[in-house]
């Protein structure tokens, strides 16, 4: 096993044992801090910023794939929870987010990628590849948002959250509230949508370079135009028509989807489906 193999693995323990800690004291009325639980965190966190820097910018030639990029994705995830753990009962989702990101950890060490070739060591393809990846980060995060919302709205319209067992408690009850979780679902899409304007911009910008032509009509372009057009959508219908709650996760939802298959998919068929 070579030495970032060990680095990945030991970032993937990391994260399940953060995970299993906050899952441990949740499982109270009032739940308990465990002071180890953020440095543990951090420690993963440093550990995987080194392997995508190394990753992306050591090396002549970005060096990516489809484990690189879920690794980002999981690595920003985690990243914004964790601070915005500091300021509001959030930090719950990190129960179910960090899971994904130590498997999102070990997927590099069987799906390592290729470099890109020499044409992509611009300035203008490493802005839009970063950008894009921070794009569908956010994007991830407010599926994730979205999904735990709708749970959430289920849970009070079932009048589960009163029902205790053993002095245990639902890990949606350590949740904020509907407002504060919907406030936050959309201050994420608003984010992720100007990242994603903007990475679709140098991406223009980068295809202009190459290939003379702005926009190519391609699997990856009509997909991430068109899940811009969804997210733009769904953020005008919430400001002019007030569109929130299930109707409003459906949208993020089919988003997220079209956005996924716009780099995710297609790099899964290059890379283990060929």
């Known amino acids: 096993m070579t030495m970032n193999a060990i680095f990945y693995v030991f ?3 990391l994260y399940l044992s953060a995970a299993y800690g906050i899952y441990k004291t949740l ?5 308990q801090s465990s002071f180890w639980i953020r440095p543990v965190i951090c420690a993963g966190l440093l550990i995987q910023a080194y ?22 994705t999981m690595f920003t995830c985690t990243l914004i929870l964790l601070v915005e753990s500091l300021f509001s009962k959030i930090g719950a989702m990190l129960v ?43 994007m991830t995060m407010a599926l994730l948002q979205a999904l735990l919302l709708a749970a959430s709205r289920n849970q009070i319209k079932s009048k589960d959250i009163v029902a205790k067992k053993e002095g245990r408690v639902s890990l949606l ?3 904020p509230s509907l407002v504060q979780m919907e406030n936050l679902l959309f201050r994420l899409i608003w984010i992720g949508f100007i990242l994603l304007t903007i990475a679709i911009g140098f991406g223009a910008f980068y295809s202009q370079e190459i290939h003379g032509q702005a926009f190519r009509f391609d699997h990856k372009t009509v997909a991430t135009c068109m899940a811009w057009v969804i997210f733009g959508i769904l953020l005008l219908g919430h400001h002019f028509y007030g569109w929130r709650g299930k109707f409003a996760a459906r949208w993020v939802v089919i988003g997220f989807c079209v956005l996924m298959a716009a780099y995710i998919g297609i790099r899964f068929v290059f890379e283990i489906v060929k």
């Open 11 to 13: 970032a993937a323990v």
């Open 27 to 31: 499982q109270h009325s009032e739940p």
């Open 51 to 72: 392997l995508i820097f190394e990753a992306l910018f050591i090396h002549g030639v970005p060096h990516f794939g489809m484990a690189l990029a879920l690794s980002i």
């Open 96 to 138: 179910f987010v960090l899971p994904l990101s130590a498997a999102c950890m070990i997927l590099p060490i069987i799906l390592p990628g290729s470099e890109l070739g020499p044409e992509t060591a611009t300035f203008a393809f490493r802005m839009h590849l970063l950008l894009a990846i921070l794009a569908y980060s956010l």
């Open 173 to 175: 009850e350590n949740m």
